[in-house]
């Protein structure tokens, strides 16, 4: 059995700000229009109220919590994505010879 020809042309690494900002920015903005259309729907208080009435979170608070918690799914999408689209060629190495 022969072993696998090498790739003629490998990309090379990405900066990592670079990489964060490819994870990071998309999710942003993502993030940014799901808050909009989940509390154009949703009050903050009324939630509150629902999930925890003994806490004191005002309105602006919870558009913040909110705002994050987007962030968070979203940029955990796009981490999730980024893995996926990594280069197969630099994690398919052939296993050392014994």
């Not at 993502?30 to 309105?59: C, H, K, N, Q, Y």
Request: net charge positive; with cysteine.
């Amino acid at each position: 059995m022969s072993a696998a020809p090498e790739p003629a042309f490998d990309h090379p690494p990405r900066p990592l700000a670079q990489r964060l900002g490819a994870i990071l920015w998309p999710s942003f903005f993502a993030a940014g229009v799901a808050t909009m259309v989940f509390f154009a729907f949703v009050d903050p208080l009324a939630l509150r109220d629902l999930t925890f009435p003994e806490l004191e979170i005002s309105r602006g608070l919870g558009y913040t919590i909110g705002f994050f918690m987007f962030w968070a799914c979203t940029a955990s999408s796009s981490l999730f994505t980024w893995i996926l689209l990594r280069p197969a060629s630099r994690f398919n190495k052939p296993l050392p010879k014994d």
